[in-house]
DNA sequence: TCTGGGGTCCTAGGACCC
DNA sequence: TCTGGGGTCCTAGGACCC
C-alpha cells in the first residue's frame, strides 16, 4: 500500500447490473420484460432482483421470500433459486471480455471488475460506452461502468452511473468538475460509501456527518483516531489521493467454509452428523481444488435466531494431527468435534465446515507420527473421487456418513437449468 | 412450515518474552 | 520508599464486502 502524491491514475469499475437475476434472463429470452428475482439457498430471501422486479417493488430485496411469495406472483414475478454453477461461469465469460480492455485488471468479486485506465488516450466516457457495450454483446449481461481516480471514487461513479439514467451507464469522475463532484456527493447517503456499512454510518449520523462530502472534509487524522485505519483511508480515497492499489494476484483462499440452513430442523445427532459429513467432504473437495492443505477444522451448529427458542449456537476449533486435504480424515475431525457440541433437544437450523490454517501443497509440514505411504495411497484415493465426481456429477461418490435420505437438505424449487456446465442440459435452439 | 453463504481485514487485549 | 517497557504472537470479536 502506498500513497501516489502524483494522482493521475484512473480506475474502472465494471459492475453487472443485477447480475444473478441477468444470468437467468440470458437463457430466458421469454422473460426479457419479466420482473425476476433470485432467492437465496434454500429459497431463504431475495437476493437479486432485474430491473422489472426492482422498479416495481424495491421491497422485496432481502426480504424473506416466503413473506412476499404470494404477492409477487400475483404481480408476476418469476422466482428462480440460485443456481451458482450458472452464475461462475457466466461471470468467467464477463471478466475474460473485461481483459480486452486493459492489461491490469482486478477480479473483485463475481459481478465487479476493476479495470486500470491509467494513461489511456481516447474519450474515457466512449471508452466505457465501448466495454459496455462489448459486454453486452459477448455475454449478454448488462453493466455499468464507473471511473475514478481512486479505487473508492471508481466505486462510486460507479454507483451514480447505475442510478443517472441520462448518463447511460457510464460515470466518469476524472472528467468532470470538483464543483460538479461536491454536488454529487453532497445529495449520496454514507452507506454509499465503499467500506462504509449501517454500524458505521450510524455513527458517524450521531457526530453530525450526514452525507459523503461532509465525509470527505472531514479531518483524517480526527476520524482515524475515533475509528481506525480504515475509515481514514477511505476519506484520502475520496479526496483522490489512491490508497488501494489494484490487486491483480488471484489471491489464495485463507479459509474454505461450507454450511448451509436446512430445509427443515433437525435435532437427532445422526441427522447432523450427515449434514456435517456432507459440508466436511464439500469442503475438503474445495480445498483439494484449490491445492492446499488444511491445518484446522471449525466445526457449527446452531438453532435460529428467529425460533422461538432461546438461541443456542456452539462451535469449536480443532486442529489436525498434519496438514491435509484427505476427506476421511476431515471428515472423522469433524464429526469428532460435533459429537463435543452436540446438546438434545434442541431443533437446529444450520451447521457448517470451515478448514482453517490453509497452506499451499508442497508447504506443508509433515509430522513425524504421519506415516507417508498411507499418505499417497489417500490422496490417490482422493484424486480418483474427485475425478469421477467431475466426470459424472457431485456426488456420485460420497461418504456412507453423508446418509442417503438427507431430511436436512435445502429447498431449490425454482432451480434453472445448468446451462453452461452440463451436456445434457444446453439450451438448445427450437 | 419458510429468514443466505462465503469471505476478508482490523483491533483490542492477554500471554509471554527479555 | 521505588514494582519497567518494549516487543511479538495469538485469538476473539466486530465490521465490512458481495
Same mark, same amino acid.
Given at each position: 500500500m502506498s500513497f501516489t502524491s502524483q494522482n493521475n491514475r484512473v480506475y474502472a469499475l465494471c459492475d453487472a447490473n443485477s447480475f444473478y437475476a441477468s444470468c437467468e434472463k440470458v437463457f430466458r429470452p421469454d422473460l426479457k420484460d419479466t420482473p425476476v428475482v433470485v432467492l437465496s439457498n434454500n429459497d431463504g430471501c431475495v437476493i437479486a432482483q432485474s430491473k422489472e422486479a426492482k422498479a416495481m417493488l424495491d421491497l422485496y430485496m432481502c426480504r424473506p421470500w416466503f413473506e412476499v411469495e404470494e404477492e409477487?406472483?400475483?404481480?408476476?414475478?418469476?422466482?428462480? *433459486?440460485?443456481?451458482?454453477?450458472?452464475?461462475?461461469?457466466?461471470?468467467?465469460?464477463?471478466?475474460?471480455?473485461?481483459?480486452?480492455?486493459?492489461?491490469?485488471?482486478?477480479?473483485? *468479486?463475481?459481478?465487479?471488475?476493476?479495470?486500470?485506465?491509467?494513461?489511456?488516450?481516447?474519450?474515457?466516457?466512449?471508452?466505457?460506452?465501448?466495454?459496455?457495450?462489448?459486454?453486452?454483446?459477448?455475454?449478454?449481461?448488462?453493466?455499468?461502468?464507473?471511473?475514478? &481516480?481512486?479505487?473508492?471514487?471508481?466505486?462510486?461513479?460507479?454507483?451514480?452511473?447505475?442510478?443517472?439514467? #441520462?448518463? =447511460?451507464g457510464v460515470c466518469d469522475f476524472t472528467s468532470m468538475s470538483e464543483t460538479d463532484i461536491d454536488n454529487i456527493m453532497q445529495q449520496l447517503p454514507l452507506s454509499k460509501v465503499w467500506g462504509i456499512g449501517g454500524k458505521l454510518e450510524a455513527k458517524l449520523n450521531k457526530l453530525g456527518v450526514h452525507d459523503v462530502l461532509r465525509l470527505k472534509r472531514a479531518n483524517p487524522k480526527r476520524i482515524r483516531d475515533e475509528f481506525g485505519v480504515l475509515l481514514e483511508r477511505t476519506i484520502k480515497e475520496l479526496n483522490g489521493e489512491s490508497w488501494l492499489e489494484l490487486d491483480e494476484t488471484l489471491s489464495e483462499a485463507k479459509q474454505v467454509m461450507s454450511s448451509r440452513s436446512f430445509g427443515a430442523r433437525v435435532s437427532s445427532l445422526q441427522e447432523l452428523e450427515e449434514a456435517v459429513s456432507f459440508h466436511a467432504s464439500n469442503? &475438503?473437495?474445495?480445498?483439494?481444488? #484449490?491445492?492446499?492443505?488444511?491445518?484446522?477444522? #471449525?466445526?457449527?451448529?446452531? =438453532?435460529?435466531?428467529?425460533?422461538?427458542?432461546?438461541? !443456542?449456537?456452539?462451535?469449536?476449533?480443532?486442529?489436525?494431527?498434519?496438514?491435509?486435504?484427505? +476427506?476421511?480424515?476431515?471428515?472423522?475431525?469433524?464429526?469428532?468435534?460435533?459429537?463435543?457440541?452436540?446438546?438434545?433437544?434442541? !431443533?437446529?437450523?444450520?451447521?457448517?465446515?470451515?478448514?482453517?490454517?490453509?497452506?499451499?501443497?508442497?508447504?506443508?509440514?509433515? =509430522?513425524?507420527?504421519?506415516?507417508?505411504?498411507?499418505? +499417497?495411497?489417500?490422496?490417490?484415493?482422493?484424486?480418483?473421487?474427485?475425478?469421477? =465426481?467431475?466426470?459424472?456429477?457431485?456426488?456420485?461418490?460420497?461418504?456412507?456418513?453423508?446418509?442417503?435420505?438427507?431430511?436436512?437438505?435445502?429447498?431449490?424449487? !425454482?432451480?434453472?437449468?445448468?446451462?453452461?456446465?452440463?451436456?445434457?442440459?444446453?439450451?438448445?435452439?427450437?
Open positions: 409477487a406472483k400475483m404481480l408476476g414475478v418469476v422466482a428462480f *433459486s440460485s443456481n451458482y454453477e450458472l452464475y461462475a461461469n457466466m461471470s468467467n465469460r464477463f471478466m475474460a471480455t473485461l481483459r480486452q480492455f486493459s492489461p491490469r485488471q482486478e477480479v473483485y *468479486s463475481i459481478d465487479e471488475s476493476f479495470l486500470d485506465l491509467t494513461g489511456i488516450k481516447c474519450d474515457l466516457v466512449a471508452y466505457g460506452q465501448q466495454i459496455k457495450d462489448t459486454v453486452m454483446q459477448w455475454t449478454g449481461l448488462p453493466i455499468c461502468v464507473g471511473m475514478g &481516480s481512486t479505487k473508492t471514487l471508481a466505486k462510486l461513479a460507479n454507483h451514480c452511473a447505475k442510478k443517472q439514467p #441520462h448518463m =447511460n469442503a &475438503s473437495a474445495r480445498l483439494r481444488k #484449490h491445492g492446499l492443505y488444511a491445518n484446522a477444522v #471449525h466445526v457449527f451448529i446452531q =438453532n435460529s435466531p428467529f425460533d422461538k427458542a432461546e438461541f !443456542y449456537g456452539a462451535s469449536l476449533i480443532a486442529a489436525l494431527p498434519s496438514s491435509t486435504d484427505n +476427506t476421511l480424515l476431515i471428515n472423522r475431525t469433524a464429526l469428532w468435534i460435533l459429537k463435543q457440541l452436540y446438546k438434545e433437544g434442541i !431443533y437446529y437450523q444450520k451447521a457448517g465446515v470451515m478448514l482453517m490454517e490453509l497452506v499451499p501443497e508442497g508447504a506443508q509440514q509433515t =509430522n513425524l507420527f504421519t506415516q507417508n505411504t498411507s499418505d +499417497t495411497k489417500y490422496s490417490t484415493l482422493m484424486a480418483t473421487l474427485d475425478s469421477i =465426481n467431475s466426470k459424472y456429477a457431485k456426488g456420485t461418490i460420497k461418504l456412507a456418513s453423508e446418509g442417503i435420505y438427507k431430511t436436512w437438505v435445502m429447498r431449490r424449487s !425454482y432451480k434453472s437449468p445448468n446451462y453452461t456446465g452440463d451436456w445434457g442440459e444446453l439450451p438448445l435452439a427450437k
